[in-house]
């Protein structure tokens, strides 16, 4: 009998998914430190794109941006997931937050960081991780519209998680420009 409790595997003590240090040691940690780190050429590409698909709004218009909406999410949840560990929170604030995405923050916090931080600058809350705003700062500042960080975002709009970003950006832009035009 004691040698079955001996053999017995020691409990460790319970991990929630992808919360781990270990999954930030990963290609998907190490890629969003690259695009913090890029945050200028980034911001070059995001400008490009976001005016290629301005220009596609008749397009997005005439497919209807509903049924758009899935294909293009597939796409957008794979690109930013890739390089900024995108949450698909439908409310993209990496232009403003120097490409770090403050749904990455343990706490989810849309507008700087809490009073936390280590010394190190590193997260309250998961030690061995930078503070997701910290990083944003540094990006920011390479950025051409850096200042954008002092912007105070919206706090989440929870019905639109695990939508498109880019296509509600478009349609905002879309009717800003109609509107400007008509007056």
Request: include cysteine.
């Amino acid at each position: 009998m004691a040698d079955a409790a001996a053999k017995k595997p020691i409990a460790t003590a319970y991990q929630p998914s992808g919360v781990s240090p270990s999954r930030r040691a990963g290609r998907s940690y190490t890629i969003r430190l690259w695009s913090v780190r890029h945050s200028r050429f980034l911001e070059v590409i995001y400008n490009l794109f976001a005016d290629l698909f301005l220009k596609l709004h008749p397009v997005w218009k005439a497919i209807g941006y509903a049924r758009a909406e899935k294909p293009l999410k597939f796409i957008e949840r794979n690109v930013k997931g890739l390089l900024f560990d995108c949450r698909m929170c439908g409310q993209c604030a990496l232009s403003s937050t120097g490409m770090s995405c403050p749904m990455n923050c343990p706490k989810q916090l849309r507008n700087g960081p809490c009073g936390g931080v280590r010394a190190n600058g590193n997260c309250e809350v998961e030690p061995d991780m930078p503070c997701v705003w910290v990083q944003a700062w540094k990006g920011s500042r390479n950025m051409e519209k850096g200042d954008a960080i002092l912007n105070v975002q919206k706090p989440v709009d929870q019905s639109l998680r695990e939508t498109s970003a880019w296509l509600r950006v478009t349609a905002q832009a879309a009717k800003a420009r109609e509107e400007g035009a008509a007056k």
